[in-house]
Every structure is written in structure tokens, then in C-alpha cells.
């Protein structure tokens, strides 16, 4: 008796768990999962949650796109193509999202080395899954499953002056609403650098204005905004969220998953 129970205990596991991963592939495109490289299961606990935009910082190490936040922290092995391209192909090829006729995944790659040698070793490796990566060409944005967005020490001109691309630019706030969104696709910036609120309080009325005008060049541009450094309160998110920003950085995934399950229902009962 008790393993018949036991074994009906473990059933009942195993279709909650099914049931949770299952209601997670519905893609979140607002959240963000900020550094991602340091989780458990880099990019999958991610995509587990249907979090639909993920972190990754790279060095050039010995011919290898090491990820890794410090240099001296960057291990053989451990790279771009182990711990988030193959994965990613893997996954579109077998239909399991993100996918070319879906929501975009966005790979945020920060370069932290030299950006002009290291992105030119990353678009030679960028070829090699360019069945699954929004593109730039002669007939303007492709869009397809992963979209390739540089950051930290970005090759602008050496970006800029490319007729084809499989990656795009990370702006900053003097891109707003005025970047070419066929190269600046996101603007991120730091909170503390332009806003004041650390969400103890109300936001302010000059700083809600100042960050809806921010968010409307932004979105009249065909451009999607990012915040990082967001102060570590309940209060944000919502105004956040309120406000149209298209990420939501989050250290925690469950959190940032409920919260944006929570909006994404309340925004479809409001219809």
C-alpha cells in the first residue's frame, strides 16, 4: 500500500511539474534575465519560465567566446556557443521556442574585452547559426528566433558600416527615439544615472513624465527600452511595467514570472 501511494505521490508530481513547464513556454517578452550566465542552468531556467531575453558577457580568450562577468573568472570550455547557441538551435530546430514564427528571443551579448576584435571573431561564429538569427540586409530586417543584441564595448562604426548583419546595437539614452532602429532595435541605460526614486515612496510627477516621454521616443521609433541597475523594491516593477519599458531586468526568474503573469492577466481581464 504504501508504495502504490508513494508511486501515485510521485504521478502527481510529475504532471504539476508538466503542467508548470507547459504553461511557462508562453513566451514573457518583457522580462529579462540579468546575468544569466550565473544560473544553475544558464538559458534553460530562462526559457523554462518563458523569460524571453537573457545576458551573456563574453571575453576573446584563445580563440574562445569565454562567458564569463571577469576575465580572470573565465574558464576553457565555457562559452557563447556551449552555454547559449547550440542550446538555441537545438531548441528551434526542434519546434520547441523560441521559433522562427514566433516572439523573437533577445541575446543580449555584452562585450567586455576589445569590441571591435571580439566582435569580429562573433560574427564568424554568428554565421554558423544564421538560420535562426534575425538578420540585416539589402532588403532591411529579417526577423527569425534569436536577435543578437551587442552591448558593453560596442564596434559602433564597424556595426554601423556592415550591408549585412546578424547582429544589432544596444543604444543609450542619446539614441532614444532618434537611432536607426534597423541598428539600434534597444536602448538600455542605467536608473540611478537618470532617475532619482528608489521606490520607497510615490515616483515623483517631474520623473513619471521624463520616464513616459522616454519610453514613447523609444516606442515612436520602433525601439524597446531597457533600465539596469533598478532599485531592489516592490514599488518598481509595476511603475515599470505601467509605463510600457519592454524589459524588466530581474535576478529572480520565479518572481519576475509571476509578476509579468500577473500584469499579462490583469491587462487581458481589462479588455
Do not use: C
Not at 32 to 55: F, K
Not at 149 to 169: D, H, K, Q, W
Not at 202 to 230: M, S
Amino acid at each position: 500500500m504504501k508504495t502504490i501511494l508513494n508511486t501515485v505521490f510521485a504521478v502527481a508530481l510529475l504532471v504539476t511539474g508538466a503542467a508548470v513547464a507547459e504553461e511557462a513556454v508562453t513566451p514573457l517578452t518583457r522580462g529579462h534575465s540579468h546575468n544569466d550566465y550565473y544560473r544553475t542552468q544558464p538559458l534553460l531556467d530562462a526559457l523554462e519560465r518563458g523569460i524571453w531575453s537573457v545576458e551573456a558577457d563574453i571575453f576573446l580568450i584563445d580563440g574562445e567566446l569565454r562567458v564569463a562577468h571577469d576575465r580572470d573568472k573565465a574558464k576553457p570550455g565555457v562559452t557563447l556557443e556551449k552555454l547559449y547557441l547550440d542550446p538555441l538551435l537545438t531548441r528551434v530546430r526542434a519546434g520547441k521556442g523560441p521559433t522562427n514564427d514566433g516572439p523573437e528571443l533577445t541575446l543580449l551579448i555584452d562585450i567586455k574585452d576589445d569590441g571591435e576584435t571580439t566582435y569580429g571573431h562573433l560574427r564568424e561564429v554568428l554565421k554558423h547559426y544564421g538560420e535562426m538569427l534575425t538578420s540585416y540586409g539589402a532588403e532591411g530586417v529579417t526577423p527569425r528566433a534569436v536577435k543578437v543584441v551587442i552591448s558593453g564595448s560596442r564596434p559602433i562604426a564597424m556595426m554601423a558600416a556592415e550591408t549585412e548583419r546578424l547582429a544589432f546595437l544596444d543604444g543609450r539614452i542619446a539614441d532614444v527615439g532618434v537611432g536607426d532602429p534597423a541598428l539600434y532595435p534597444m536602448v538600455s541605460m542605467s536608473w540611478t544615472s537618470e532617475f532619482d526614486w528608489k521606490g520607497r515612496d510615490a515616483i515623483a510627477p517631474e520623473e513619471q513624465a521624463k520616464l513616459d516621454e522616454l519610453v514613447a521616443k523609444a516606442h515612436a521609433r520602433g525601439q524597446r527600452i531597457r533600465f539596469w541597475g533598478l532599485p531592489l523594491r516592490p514599488a518598481v516593477w509595476p511603475v515599470l511595467y505601467a509605463a510600457g519599458v519592454d524589459y524588466i531586468n530581474a535576478d529572480n526568474l520565479d518572481r519576475l514570472r509571476a509578476f509579468l503573469l500577473d500584469q499579462e492577466g490583469a491587462a487581458g481581464a481589462s479588455r
